[in-house]
């Protein structure tokens, strides 16, 4: 059986214990999260508040976080049935020549 062709990306991410706050119920929480990027502190509580902080669970405090590089993948079949295609970069010397 032939190996499939992947496509990978190495993407940083930071897991934080947050401490949440039930505010209907009172009820205080350690809630793992895990968020894309390399943030600690103010920065980290901020980015995770946007993205995960509703009206009734607010995000009070960060306990502890750690950044981990992680490798994804899918096969390539995958990623071009999926993917959106954008506009090229750059023009080569070559392509420039052409017009």
Not at 29 to 47: C, Q, R, V
Not at 77 to 85: N, S, Y
Request: aromatic letters at 6%.
């Amino acid at each position: 059986m032939a190996r499939k062709r992947m496509v990978t990306r190495t993407i940083e991410q930071t897991t934080a214990k947050v401490m949440t706050l039930n505010v209907v119920t009172a009820e205080v929480t350690i809630t793992p999260y895990t968020i894309s990027g390399e943030l600690t502190g103010d920065a980290l509580l901020k980015a995770l508040q946007d993205t995960y902080q509703t009206d009734t669970m607010k995000l009070v405090h960060v306990l502890e976080s750690t950044v981990e590089s992680v490798l994804y993948g899918m096969e390539e079949e995958e990623f071009i049935k999926l993917a959106k295609v954008l506009p090229k970069r750059y023009v080569t010397v070559s392509e420039s020549e052409n017009n």
